[in-house]
């Protein structure tokens, strides 16, 4: 059983950088089976995907979110990181990492981690 845990800062100032790391058990991120995903849901609002890590860390971001994205990983420890760039209030929301399979849908899921971008 894949677990899936985020971390990191709950409130982050805008215009800073947001950073979240995801560490996973049970199952190693350089798996072909998965890929690595981070999602968020803004209040009110759905689910919005922002992108990926692949097994051969390749990473595909949402268009939306491109500019300012960034995923990466450290094998060593299983883990993989969002970074956000350039926050604003419009980037408060529970965000989610997730094993996302190769054909699209979601394996397993992360708890969710709220982060507030606020002064």
């Known amino acids: 059983q894949v677990q899936l845990q985020e971390s990191g800062p709950g409130l982050v100032k805008p215009s800073q950088t947001l950073s979240l790391t995801c560490t996973v058990s049970g199952g190693s991120i350089t798996t072909k089976f998965y890929y690595w995903s981070w999602s968020r849901r803004p209040p009110g609002k759905g689910l919005e995907w922002i992108g990926y890590i692949a097994y051969s860390g390749t990473t595909y971001y949402s268009p939306s979110l491109k500019s300012r994205t960034s995923i990466s990983r450290d094998t060593s420890k299983n883990q993989f990181t969002l970074q956000l760039s350039s926050v604003t209030p419009e980037d408060t929301a529970v965000y989610y990492c997730?094993?996302?399979?190769?054909?699209?849908?979601?394996?397993?899921w992360g708890q969710g981690t709220q982060v507030t971008v606020s002064s």
């Open positions: 997730a094993a996302r399979r190769r054909g699209g849908t979601f394996a397993y």
